[in-house]
């Protein structure tokens, strides 16, 4: 990541521990993940030791050390969604892309993961595509959601 | 436009009246995340093209949710002279049709939820009527607003505004009777007055542990330093429970106002609301509420002129469910990971940045400006000895109507279940509520006509939370609830505390173990003494809690378990290891749906044509992966779980 870039955020919000998480999910919106030289340059610039960035980046659940794929698919697991067969939704899209919760597809198109409740849950099941969500899901339209994002 | 006077405000009132209220028609799509997933978007972006392009005399809108969830996207039409309406289930083809329908003074009558004749403003006492000089056609037989079985036992405190206004306008907020209380508290009160107001009004924290808003806020005030905060916990992550969401996409300034009220209260000069990350929508709305305030001079320097400063900042959550926790907020605040702390002092003396700082919930701070502008004699007078006001809940789950109501404290579970949900669908028997979240437990039937409080919650082994209500019924099985919320927990817990990071991961082994078959009936008894020391044992509220969705399933629903350990059965056919899919040859009608959705090939059999009889279909058991997709393609019951 050029480093122009990760300066004009920090100044964005000024170089304070407080503004660490908020920084941190910047430099995600822009490169799609945390790439380590990004997170070695904010430790020098923002006087803050790595190990404390790595904690950081591996606390909370928004943040990944791991790149994502084109477009970022994330299943609702919430208590709503699960009780009317979210986990259902979520092998589903695992068998139709090959993939386990977590990972990329190999030709970088989706990447899989699950969100503990995006507070949708009156029309559960529910995924999240790309920061669209998708409401009464069922096993049988998943394929044509898939499809949309091909 | 820069609000320094009670006539500034009237000023903006009054502009705000006429963005509600136009003299042509207004039709409003509500696009709060609910209806976005349901395709609000596209069904206003076809109402605005049809606009458009036949120039009709129509003012387009957008708003937040109105609660009946299940029944987005919801468009509602007004104008001058007529009822309100209220569409459901809105498609764009749909949209086009009822706005061309309505200039012609008919609306579809199947297509409708509701009519309404008058608006409530719970913040001034007030109704506003529509005067009715003509009836649209085909509106016949519409139940009115109050007639919805899903509205008529709300009140509506909290929820006053979603749903009716655009809530990235301040003046639509402000002709609704907002910052009204705002005017109040800073020229005609003492914050001490203030506090005491509060206090008397009997409201509790709405963020899950119920604590009493106005003794929090005296501690605070009373509290010995040269910098204080105020914080708003919007880190809504019950599983479940989203009326936070729902307030802030809707009705952000009712938060905003609150928080105002509350620094001036106990002295706080800065704030923060911390947002859940996963609510984007709540965050933009929010950042316009924030900054609409500050041009208006509601915020910053010299509020309204009264001398008082306060200037609110946004954080945004890294999607962890323990910062929902105050200590562990304050921490994620702080730059530091959301780990919780011991609270021998409380955090009203020592909290962010070790300052007093006072932490409430969106809806605490919501109900705020209308506890001064109704009086808490007024507020009190609702809601059962100890929990006063209203509580918003999410109805959500096995339930006919799902979405969010607003009802007084000690309403039974039955009516909020019944009366307002409709009942279980699809002929099923009702089984259980689950309510506070992970931290909560399973209502079974047979307390169904428990009122609905703070402390009855908590005396049958659950608790209020944040609100959510997941209705099940016979096919969600107890065990793999509690499973479902030990996998949630051991996946949340900070790690900080040995009980609550191994106690979580332990209780999810048992539990395992007995959804597969491998459970034995000393498991149970392991259970509890697990759940026991992650409770005790635990710093935080989230391991303190944490055993109660085990302990409460097994409180009520042991016979569910003994099932699985004793007869290697789960009676819900939910757990998968125990479940048998098999087809019934006498029933199978041979269309060969299911061999054709089946993922692995397991479904054999010969397809019914013309020209030959066909073979009734069977599942080989060796492949088959329990995925069910067989059974919900099946149309005719062919498919048997056993």
Not at chain 2, 257 to 267: K, N, S
Not at chain 2, 382 to 404: A, M
């Amino acid at each position: 990541m050029e480093v122009s870039k990760i300066d004009s955020i920090i100044e964005q919000y000024g170089a304070r521990e407080s503004a660490l998480l908020a920084i941190l999910q910047d430099i995600q919106a822009k490169e799609n993940y945390l790439p380590k030289d990004a997170l070695e340059y904010v430790s020098q610039k923002m006087h803050i030791p790595l190990v404390r960035i790595f904690r950081i980046a591996t606390f909370y659940n928004a943040l990944s050390l791991k790149p994502r794929g084109l477009h970022k698919i994330d299943v609702c697991l919430g208590t709503a969604c699960h009780v009317r067969g979210g986990s259902k939704i979520l092998e589903k899209i695992e068998r139709d892309l090959g993939v386990s919760v977590g990972e990329t597809t190999k030709d970088n198109r989706f990447t899989l993961e699950s969100v503990r409740c995006i507070g949708c849950c009156s029309l559960g099941p529910v995924a999240v595509v790309d920061g669209k969500v998708f409401g009464r899901l069922g096993q049988d339209k998943v394929s044509g959601l898939l499809k949309e994002f091909k | 436009m820069k609000i320094r006077t009670k006539n500034d405000l009237e000023k903006m009132r009054e502009k705000g009246l006429k963005n509600l209220y136009p003299k042509e028609t207004k039709v409003s799509v509500g696009m709060a995340t609910c209806g976005l997933s349901t395709g609000a978007d596209k069904v206003y972006e076809a109402i605005q093209d049809e606009v458009e392009k036949g120039k009709l005399p129509i003012q387009l809108a957008q708003t937040g949710c109105i609660g009946f969830c299940q029944r987005e996207p919801v468009v509602d039409i007004l104008e001058p002279g007529k009822p309100r309406v209220f569409y459901q289930e809105v498609t764009p083809d749909r949209a086009k049709e009822l706005i061309h329908r309505w200039l012609k003074n008919e609306v579809v009558g199947d297509w409708l939820l509701c009519k309404m004749e008058k608006e409530d403003w719970i913040a001034e006492d007030r109704v506003q009527d529509y005067p009715i000089r003509q009836i649209p056609k085909g509106i016949d037989g519409t139940p009115s607003y109050h007639q919805v079985p899903f509205y008529n036992k709300q009140l509506k405190i909290a929820l006053r505004n979603c749903g009716f206004i655009n809530p990235d306008h301040i003046e639509e907020y402000v002709a609704r009777g907002g910052y009204i209380s705002l005017y109040k508290a800073l020229f005609e009160m003492k914050p001490e007055e203030i506090i005491e107001e509060v206090k008397r009004s009997g409201l509790r924290g709405r963020g899950g542990a119920g604590f009493l808003t106005g003794n929090k806020w005296e501690t605070c005030r009373r509290a010995k330093g040269d910098q204080k905060f105020i914080l708003c916990n919007a880190d809504e992550g019950d599983p479940g429970a989203y009326m936070d969401r729902s307030i802030l996409e809707g009705d952000p300034h009712s938060v905003v106002e609150g928080m105002i009220i509350g620094a001036y209260a106990t002295g706080a000069h800065e704030g923060f609301i911390y947002v859940r990350n996963e609510y984007p929508l709540a965050i933009q709305k929010l950042l316009i509420a924030l900054q609409q305030a500050e041009e208006a001079g509601l915020l910053g320097d010299d509020i309204l002129g009264s001398g008082f400063s306060l200037k609110i900042n946004l954080f945004r959550g890294g999607g962890a469910f323990v910062c929902g926790e105050s200590t562990a907020l304050m921490a994620s605040i702080e730059g530091k990971v959301g780990e919780p702390r011991a609270k021998h002092i409380h955090t009203t003396e020592s909290g962010l940045w070790d300052k007093p700082s006072n932490l409430n919930n969106v809806e605490t701070w919501n109900n705020v400006p209308i506890i001064l502008s109704r009086g808490a004699g007024w507020y009190s007078k609702i809601g059962t000895d100890q929990s006063k006001g209203t509580k918003v809940f999410s109805i959500v789950g096995k339930v006919k109507n799902t979405g969010l109501i607003e009802v007084p404290m000690g309403i039974t579970l039955r009516e909020i279940v019944y009366d307002i949900g409709g009942g279980v669908p699809d002929g099923k028997k009702f089984k259980a509520v689950q309510t506070g979240g992970p931290s909560g437990g399973c209502i079974p039937e047979s307390l169904i006509n428990l009122p609905v409080d703070f402390d009855r919650l908590t005396e049958v082994g659950s608790m209020m939370g944040s609100g959510g209500m997941i209705v099940m019924d016979e096919s969600t099985c107890m065990v793999d609830v509690a499973k479902y919320f030990m996998d949630f927990l051991k996946g949340e817990s900070c790690g900080k505390c040995t009980s609550c990071r191994e106690g979580t991961k332990r209780m999810h082994e048992i539990l395992t173990e007995i959804a597969e078959g491998r459970g034995t009936m000393d498991h149970i008894e392991l259970l509890k003494e697990l759940g026991w020391v992650t409770a005790e044992a635990s710093l935080c509220q989230l391991g303190g809690t944490a055993p109660n969705p085990v302990l409460s399933t097994i409180r009520y629903f042991q016979e569910e378990y003994e099932e699985h350990i004793l007869h290697k059965r789960c009676p819900a056919k939910v757990c998968r290891a125990l479940l048998q899919y098999r087809i019934l040859s006498n029933v199978c009608t041979k269309c060969g749906r299911c061999a054709k959705v089946c993922p692995v090939k397991a479904i054999t059999g010969k397809k019914k044509t013309k020209k030959e009889t066909g073979e009734p279909f069977s599942i080989d058991a060796k492949k088959c992966i329990k995925c069910g997709m067989c059974f919900e393609t099946c149309k005719f019951e062919a498919v048997e779980v056993q």
